[in-house]
């Protein structure tokens, strides 16, 4: 197979359903999305039986067990990967949405007209779940998509893919809209993110080695999360057991995501009255604790090296570090952290204002975990990454992250004078 | 001088700058913009003088006449680009906007909070007061600037920026918040379009090469405009008077700009009745027309070639067309257009929405003037381009286009459960 002609093929057919998409009705799009989950539902059979294949290409193949689970697919799995798939039915339909319709002075009305972005490639690795939601999420904003898994799902992905087709077929939108790279060949990858003439955006989710390659070689735009390094900062004025409270969950709610905590920052005012309980809190659920010197004179731990306070562990570690007031702390933020998320405990009005300003991250929060950075808790619905950018969409990325604005004019023979 | 630590300098400088601009007032802003018109104002005389090198050296070097029109400043310029600046100061700020706050199930009041991009590079060719107007609206959003103009303005790019700095010395805002590139090396280029890690986004205005140079080389974003291939068609349904005077200024109101209409469309139903009264309103002013088989045989003319339906003529030359129904129309739009700017003549409701609806351009109009797609003319206030992509900002790019939006979150001590 030549996969220059090949990835062409399936860029042109996206290209082409991308038209169609575009003006599909909300009813449409609805209906394909609910016969995408009842085909999905209806071969729970066939999709756990295909995954089984992978997993046991995936043993053989030295998969760690961790990489195994992310891999697998039981019933249950697929009933959830449905349910998502109808609550993107249930989203509001972001396209056509007309805003802020005003006169100009000219007499024409101008307003701005919510469109798809065209064609969406999605690179992802192991989590068959990916090519069901993504696939939802682009159906719904009216763009067409183009899949390509890892090679270690690839039977999954294909049964899954075989089931959208399924659902798509029995409505009268095109069975091209949703595409699934069906090589392993890598070069299929690099053609994908690199054909601009059919691909409108890359989204990538996996590692960050992954993510970083295709940023490399995109010639196309790419909505992509590099790390998570989010901070809490418990100001002089913060509430103890608040700060406990929230501080605790940001840590250790779950340890191996994105807007998990990964360094706490504690006002040097508040040290001695904040950290030994804190502390004793983390040391009680495992977390590995890794302090500067003056936290360590404070409670005694690790010492953090300067690698810490640019590390995104993604495990039970916390690296701690006591700062001099809220401007050292937004310094810190800043240069050591990811842009994703932060959040200050404080009872200060000012600081809280200045915090929100200042910090140069995705999500600014105040007495709150930064665990609620994420799609669902934003609302969105559902979300098809997290963007660390600042470039079209950031933050949790939902339908309007996949949407584009036009603007329209309603004129009554205006002419420019 | 080694161009790569030269750029990097102004890299790093401009990063250090764009974190004072993130969070400086309005009131700081807009005393900045004040003072550099005023400092522009004071020194017209240094000004002229120093474009007067640059016209020499022009004239030297056998530009066109075109070329030394763009590249004159005169006295009344200058008012003119200090006018500008001082619009800019009048626009409201974008920066801390917040919008959409509202409370999630969890109890959490999230909104979005308006932020600047971070460093933006801009890079054009020959009119010098695009110095100015950019980096008035750069500033207005919070961003720090790199100016590159073309080398044959480097006398009065200088002489510009150096009224910029005496304007920002009077403010408390660094004076690295706007830098010009001083060398005229065409490596500079290149190294400004690939630093990440100092510019966020580039925008190239000039010439189509230019661009497309650009575009191929650039590591980080471009917001950049391409063609302008207007259309507007006649719909069967069209007041005829409307459309004459419509489509006359679309095409004649000025012939070089990206918003002039380059291709006339007209449903073969109201062919006989317009095209002959419109063919002579272009013949009076001297428009070269070009028509497929059916327009010459209504009113004889040049017969148009395939390649006269995607060509941007930026001249006083129009192509045009006869459609069997909008579909057609509408088809040839999205076939051979720029997805700029496209209007529709029509008295017919379901059409006008069905054209707003699927003609995938930056602007689309119902009966008004391609002409009116600018910024000025949608109360942007001012642009720093027009972007024919979909992703980030699309159409006329204001201030908001050089901005970016955070989440932000206010808690009560929430976690995540």
Known sequence: MNITDYMNNLGQAARSASRVLAVATTAQKNKALLAIADALVAKTDFLVAENEKDLIAGKVNGLDDAMLDRLRLTPAGVVSIATGVRQVAALPDPIGEIKDMAYRPSGIQLGKMRVPLGVVGIIYESRPNVTADAAALCLKS??????????EAIHSNRAIAQCIIDGLRSTDLPTTAVQVVETTDRDAVGRLIAMPEFVDVIVPRGGKSLIARI????????????????????DATADLALSWRVCDNAKTHRYGVCNAM?????????????????????????VELRGCPRTCAISPMLAASEEDWSTEYLAPILAIKIVDGMDAAIEHINTYGSHHTDAIMTQDYAKARQFLAQVDSSSVMVNASTRFADGFEYGLGA???????????????????????????????QIRQ
Do not use: W
Request: aromatic share 6%.
């Open 215 to 234: 940023s490399e070689g995109a010639r196309v735009p790419v909505i992509k999360h590099l790390d998570g390094i989010c901070h809490s900062y418990v």
């Open 262 to 286: 990964e360094t706490l920052l504690v006002d040097a005012a508040i040290a001695s009255a904040f950290l030994p309980k804190m502390a004793d809190i983390y040391r009680a659920k495992g």
């Open 142 to 151: 009216g763009n067409a998509t183009i899949l390509r898994g890892g090679s």
């Open 383 to 413: 979300e098809i990454g997290i963007s660390t950018d600042k470039f079209h969409a950031r933050g949790p990325v939902g339908l309007e992250g996949l949407t584009s604005q036009k603007y329209i004019v309603f004129g009554q023979g």
